[in-house]
């Protein structure tokens, strides 16, 4: 089948897609366990091809205030990896590291972002060596930038430098059960369109 868009994708592609978010999750969960030195369990994600217009429903609403990481990918795969971080996974992992009492994000200093940051490209990466993995291509991640802001103007400056084909991306949503808490990770994946092509080429699966 060849397509043109996200939405002509049909179940074979769309279940290649979803196998991906599986693995880099399961990875995610394992670098992060590693990283704050406690056992995590994950929930079976909930992997989604959404329109991007709707992707602030997923995350509270395209007003709340959210910490974005976006990781650009290049050499054999071009695209973005972003990691949605709101205020519960933020105060968590910053408490992992220094007690530290936050009320809102706009409590955040350097240091918090600093270990946000650390920890997010550790789980993010976990999602692009997934893909590397499964594919044997080389994918280059540029260090993550960040955006403390409202859902929509994250989204906005994260999308400008790329096509989402058919205005839709890969929504990967996943809960950690860190010790006795539940916390949501909200990954966004957007690819190039001849990226997309080349994935499922390297998975063997017919576009």
């Given at each position: ?9 049909d179940?074979?592609?769309l ?17 992060l ?9 994950i ?7 959404i ?7 997923y995350?509270?609403?395209?007003d ?5 990481l ?12 972003l ?7 933020a105060?968590?992992?910053i408490?992992?590291?220094?007690p ?9 200093n ?13 789980t ?7 893909m590397?993995?499964?594919t ?15 859902v929509?103007?994250?989204?906005k ?6 096509d ?19 916390v ?7 690819l ?5 092509k ?10």
């Open positions: 089948m060849r397509f043109n868009t996200l939405s002509d994708l179940a074979i592609q279940d290649a897609l979803r196998e991906v978010g599986n693995i880099g999750s399961g990875h995610a969960a394992t670098s366990a590693s990283l704050l030195h406690t056992n995590i369990q929930e079976i994600p909930s992997i989604s091809l329109n991007y217009d709707h992707v602030s429903q995350l509270g609403g395209k709340r205030r959210v910490i974005g976006a990781l650009g990918l290049g050499e054999e795969l071009h695209g973005v990896m990691h949605v971080v709101q205020l519960q996974f105060s968590h992992i408490n992992a590291f220094y530290r009492e936050l009320h809102t994000l706009n409590d955040i350097d240091m918090d972002l600093s270990a946000i940051k650390e920890t997010s490209n550790i993010t990466a976990s999602y692009v060596n997934a590397a993995q499964l044997n291509l080389f994918i280059n991640i540029t260090p993550p930038v960040d955006y403390i802001d409202t929509d103007q994250v989204l400056h994260v999308s400008a430098p790329f989402a084909i058919g205005n839709q991306v890969l929504y990967i949503d996943e809960n950690l059960h860190i010790g006795n808490t539940k949501q990770i909200g990954m966004i994946l957007i190039q369109f001849d990226s997309l080349k994935l499922f080429e390297r998975l063997k699966v017919p576009c």
